[in-house]
């Protein structure tokens, strides 16, 4: 694969290519590893990952197109792509808002994003994606699922990371081609407890609703069976299982 670093391990393969940034690094470019010492998850949690079981990586985007305040569109579009690779394998992936991708009510892998903005203009995207593959038995990570438990079968890691690539500079495209319903109706179409009612907890005590959809910059919309609806950002609202 071209625009490509494989290393053993490292702390955390963001960082790692971040560090690469200054020189000059291709779109697309990618860092994968087989361990990550200090894998960092969202809110500043660790991402846990046993040595040479699943898919570790970062790549780098330049969405100098695209509005800070519209960011979160390569989340979205991240997500979508992840989710279309996997259902091809098995139906029934989808995406947990933000941006985890879940297996019934449990957790598959996670995304974390990080932007540098300059003015008003986005300078660079690192998208690091922990995708459980082999992995059968976990320590901390709260409700994980790998792949292989999912599948009963081992997979291979580098070729998920070579369609996955593929189908992130895929959904990258749409995005950069100004298509975004197409990226919102997709992200709908895969959000985890759309359908149906959920018990959620929010700052005034548990209460049920279902997920109606997601706004551009990320905050979730919830509406109840009376038709009301409310909006949350991150930490501000608890999906209950
Ligand atoms: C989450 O908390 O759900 C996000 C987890 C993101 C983990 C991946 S693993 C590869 C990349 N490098 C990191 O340090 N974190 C991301």
């Known amino acids: 694969m071209d ?10 393969t963001n960082k ?17 590893t087989n361990y ?11 991402w846990e990952s046993e040595a040479g079981k699943n898919l570790l990586f970062s790549m780098v985007l330049y969405p100098e197109f695209l509005p800070p305040i519209k960011q979160f569109l390569i989340s979205k579009a991240t997500s979508v792509a992840i989710v279309k690779v996997l259902n091809g394998l098995k139906n029934g992936f989808e995406i947990k808002w933000p941006n985890d991708i879940y297996f019934q009510n449990k957790k598959l892998a996670g995304i974390l994003i990080e932007t540098a903005i300059m ?6 995207a690192i998208i690091g994606i922990g995708l459980n593959v082999n992995q059968e038995v976990f320590q901390k990570a709260p409700n994980p699922i790998s792949l292989k438990q999912i599948l009963g079968k081992e997979l291979d890691v580098t070729h998920l990371l070579k369609s996955i690539k593929s189908s992130i500079l895929n959904e990258y495209k749409t995005l950069k081609s100004g298509d975004i319903h197409q990226i919102n109706s ?28 997601v706004k551009e910059n990320g905050l979730l919309v919830l509406k109840t069976t009376q038709g009301t609806t409310s909006e949350y950002w991150m930490k501000e609202v608890e999906f209950l299982f």
Do not use: C, P
């Open 3 to 12: 625009d490509f670093r494989f290393v053993d391990s490292t702390t955390s």
């Open 119 to 124: 003015g008003s203009q986005m300078k660079h």
């Open 186 to 213: 997709e992200y709908s179409k895969y959000l985890f407890r759309s359908k149906g009612l959920w018990k959620f907890k929010d700052a005034n005590g548990v209460f049920e609703a279902s997920v109606s959809h």
């Open 36 to 46: 990550q010492t200090q894998g960092k998850g969202q809110a500043g949690n660790y």
């Open 16 to 32: 790692e290519l971040a560090a690469l940034l200054n020189g000059s690094v291709n779109e697309g470019f990618i860092v994968q």
